[in-house]
């Protein structure tokens, strides 16, 4: 590569904002300034990141003074979720680079667009039709047949806002635009860490294995017991994603694997849960690999070194902390959240196999 096309890295001591402040926001500002920059969380609601960044902007994403001194400060934004409002994004762009790009944000924060995408691209997605409203449940069920799960089109994270739809004539509603999808019969969840830095390089983590409970991530083991053949196509869907979309930044790319090949069930773009496991299992986490390529750097040695299974604290597991402290080979991260409430997630541990 010639120096002309070489992406300007932003110098040390640069500011990275990032919109949202929850866990993954607090792990991305750790690895910024393990890398010498500052971060900037902007956040509504309570910031769990704020603990650990240089500066905290409190304000709603309607507020468009607090956006444009938040754009000020900052050499670059990212994002730690993808369901900011356009407004604020129309408003941050015009003042600084975001990355990822919004077409990926825009692709992502629509079920139907997401899996426009992803047919349109020759990847295969679950069989799918928007459902406008309650009365038009009937058809989408002929049409996509049973078992399916009815999903919103917006804002869903963690199995919310989703039913099963086990018999015909089933009319539980949403409450909200949705689709319909048909449902898969896979034998195992996998998910691809990828990263794409802002000079087109790819590197992906070793795909890994999860498991739900109650819809939401349990665990994440690697490596995840498929065989090779089907991580390396994991691996190049991801690529193809990425590339599709000329991204910067780190995704997840959720895959159902069934025997007629892998199915995408959907993309984050950003850094994901299922890719908490890099910590203990690379030199380079997901969390590094977005900062890097957010910040123009190149992208790290994301190879994997250790077996490492990753399980979720969720609610009154954080009673299990004193007895992990104890344990062998665990790496204990926990959030700074306040009270644990059902479902709600408190860290995480990674124990090295
Ligand atoms: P998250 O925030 O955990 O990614 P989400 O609310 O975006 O969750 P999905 O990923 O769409 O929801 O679904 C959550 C889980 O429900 C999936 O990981 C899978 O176990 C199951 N699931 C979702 N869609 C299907 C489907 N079409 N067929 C079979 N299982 C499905
Ligand atoms: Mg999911």
Known sequence: MTDATKPAALPAGATIGI??????????????S??????HIYEPGAAPAGD??????NAPYEDEAALRAFAASVDVVTYEFENVPTSALDLLESLRPIHPNRRALAVSQDRITEKDFLSGIGLTTAPYV???????????????GVPSILKTRRMGYDGKGQIRINDAGQSDWTDAPSVLEGFVDFSAEISVIVARGQDGQVS????????????????TTV???????VLTDAVLIAARIVNALDYVGVMGVELFVTP?????????PRVHNSGHWTQAGCAVDQFEQHIRAVAGLPLGDGG??????????????IDRVPALLAQPKTQIHLYGKGAPRPGRKMGHVNKVL
């Open 204 to 219: 992906a983590f070793d795909p890994g294995l999860n498991v739900h409970r109650e819809g939401i991530l349990r665990t």
């Open 52 to 57: 650990v960044a240089h500066q905290v902007t």
């Open 223 to 229: 490596p995840s017991g498929q065989p090779s053949s």
């Open 19 to 32: 919109l949202g402040g929850g866990q993954l926001g607090r792990m991305l500002s750790v690895a910024a």
């Open 130 to 144: 928007a459902v406008d409203d309650a009365s038009g449940l009937a058809d989408a069920v002929a049409a996509v």
């Open 34 to 39: 393990r890398l010498g920059f500052r971060s």
């Open 260 to 268: 007629k090949g892998l199915v995408v069930n959907e993309i984050a």
């Open 304 to 317: 994997r070194y250790a077996d490492v299974e990753m399980t979720n604290l969720i609610g009154d597991d």
